[in-house]
């Protein structure tokens, strides 16, 4: 985060958000270096969520915190992209959304907007920390854009686009997999099947169509992309009047795909 900060972000002046963002409106005003302002925006942040919610709250996104001031003043400046907007939002989004990411698995967070909305939302219940997160960013990007420019802006969108999705990507899995649910009259064929010839497991879920009042077994399979051909060829094969659903899953547990 701290190198998508320093070298992609701030030599081209996009606000993402964040404690990072107004760290860089700051920069641009006063000349005040980015690991300065991260921490001083942090300190009363931090100071607060303390008196209100105890050291257990803030310990992990203290340590994030730190470590994220600590890498943007001790990573050399080395502008990456310095003449193209649209490939220092790509770029900055996807390895400083890694980075988010990964404190985000560590049940973290680093600081800024993060630990302000959750104090707000003491004194405004009927809001969710998302909710307010959301708006305390859009008024940092939107200050970002009276300092660097309305085009800046809608470039820094992007980026934060490009963060949500990567981070996410990281939070849910990047292996992806296929669900099918298969709705046959010949389903304990198509079933043994898929047991027997693909190694794959089955479930068979009781189900009544609503229309014709019959009671079918719907079966429910999760297989690799590569087998996704196969499987639609084996239904079709056995019946080729039968309802099949494919559908994305991410992060298969459990035997045959990723283990524990």
């Known amino acids: 985060m701290g190198f998508a900060i320093k070298n992609l972000y701030d030599p081209v002046g996009l606000v993402t958000g964040g404690a990072s963002g107004l760290a860089i409106i700051i920069k641009d005003l006063t000349g005040l270096p980015l690991w300065a302002g991260n921490t001083l925006i942090n300190i009363p942040l931090f ?67 993060d630990m302000l909305a959750a104090l707000i939302c003491r004194k ?20 970002g854009a009276s300092v660097f420019g309305i085009t800046k802006a809608l470039y820094a969108c992007i980026a934060i686009f490009m963060v949500s999705k990567v981070s996410d990507g990281i939070l849910e899995g990047m292996k992806f997999s296929k669900q099918a649910v298969i709705i046959s009259d010949r389903s304990e064929e198509i079933a043994q099947a898929i047991l027997q010839g693909m190694d794959r497991g089955v479930t068979a879920i009781p189900a009544t169509g609503m229309y014709s009042g019959k009671t079918r077994q719907m079966l429910f399979c999760v297989v690799s992309r590569k087998e996704i051909v196969r499987i639609r060829d084996l239904v079709w094969k056995y019946d080729p009047k039968a309802f099949v659903i494919m559908s994305d899953v991410r992060e298969v547990l459990g035997e045959g795909f990723i283990e524990y």
Not at 62 to 82: K, N, R
Not at 94 to 112: D, E, K, M, R, Y
């Open 47 to 113: 100071l607060a969520a303390w008196r209100l919610e105890g050291l257990g709250f803030i310990r992990r996104t203290a340590v994030a915190t730190a470590v994220l001031s600590f890498s943007l003043y001790i990573i050399p400046e080395m502008p990456v992209v310095t003449d193209d907007l649209l490939l220092a939002a790509l770029y900055g989004g996807i390895v400083s959304g890694a980075g988010a990411g990964l404190v985000f698995l560590a049940q973290a967070t680093t600081g800024g907007t």
């Open 124 to 143: 405004l219940r009927h809001y969710s920390i998302s909710q307010i997160m959301q708006i305390l960013d859009g008024m940092v990007v939107v200050a």
